[in-house]
């Protein structure tokens, strides 16, 4: 069964940073792209980052150069670096299995809240 | 990137028929074969329902289905039960390795 897991989330000041990470299971994380997906309070999806089988990365403009996306194949785990936050950046954030340009399974996600 | 557009909301009586629409533009929607469609309930993960325009995954029912017409995909409902009374959002590939989500559609069970 297919399984992934986020933790790291919590309350950050604004120009801080956290890590986040997601625990997979019931499939090898390195063989699949993987994806970090946001929802700010009381709004709608926003896709964030991808990181390809080969170990390419990709982000959404808002996140460039701020966030990095990476993974431990030993620990099947993927994670989310974030640097820099600001108030924008409040959201749960969801990682989330992709398949075919789609995003087939989704963790039950970790809340980043960046706030004085 | 513009998020797609999405009617905020939408309502039908059980056993009706709702329709969704998602437009976006020829760099996406219209562009490529990748448009998504996932039910979320409140405090929950979305889940997919539908992929590649029109496929349902294994376990979702055969009420919902998907379609596209140029740069605007639809998600129809049909059959509506009370269960279905959920936020939806469509999400196409956007070229560039990237992607981007509707803005949302609340469902209603009248």
């Known amino acids: 069964e297919v399984q992934l897991v986020e933790s790291g989330g919590g309350l950050v000041q604004p120009g801080g940073s956290l890590r986040l990470s997601c625990a997979a299971s019931?499939?090898?994380?390195?063989?699949?792209?993987m994806n970090w997906v946001r929802q700010a309070p009381g709004k709608g999806l926003e896709w964030v980052s991808v990181?390809?089988?080969?170990?390419?990365?990709y982000y959404a403009d808002s996140v460039k150069g701020r966030f990095t996306i990476s993974r431990d194949n030993s620990k099947n785990t993927l994670y989310l670096q974030m640097n820099s936050l600001r108030g924008e950046d409040t959201a749960v954030y969801y990682c989330?299995?992709?398949?075919?340009?789609?995003?087939?399974?989704w963790g039950q996600g970790t809340l980043v809240t960046v706030s004085s | 990137q513009s998020a797609l557009t999405q009617p905020r909301s939408v309502s039908g009586s059980p056993g009706q028929s709702v329709t969704i629409s998602c437009t976006g533009t020829?760099?996406?929607?219209?562009?490529?074969?990748?448009v998504s469609w996932y039910q979320q309930h409140p405090g929950k993960a979305p889940k997919l329902m539908i992929y590649?325009?029109?496929k349902r995954p294994s376990g979702v029912p055969d009420r919902f289905s998907g379609s596209k017409s140029g740069n605007t995909a639809s998600l129809t409902i049909s059959g509506l039960q009370a269960e279905d009374e959920s936020d939806y959002y469509c999400?196409?590939?956007?070229?560039?390795?990237?992607?981007?989500f509707g803005t949302g559609t609340k469902v209603t069970v009248l």
């Open positions: 989330a299995r992709g398949y075919s340009n789609n995003f087939d399974y």
């Open positions: 019931g499939f090898t994380v390195s063989r699949n792209y």
């Open positions: 990181i390809y089988s080969g170990g390419s990365t």
């Open positions: 020829s760099s996406d929607v219209g562009g490529y074969n990748y």
């Open positions: 590649d325009v029109s």
């Open positions: 999400c196409s590939y956007a070229g560039n390795y990237s992607y981007v």
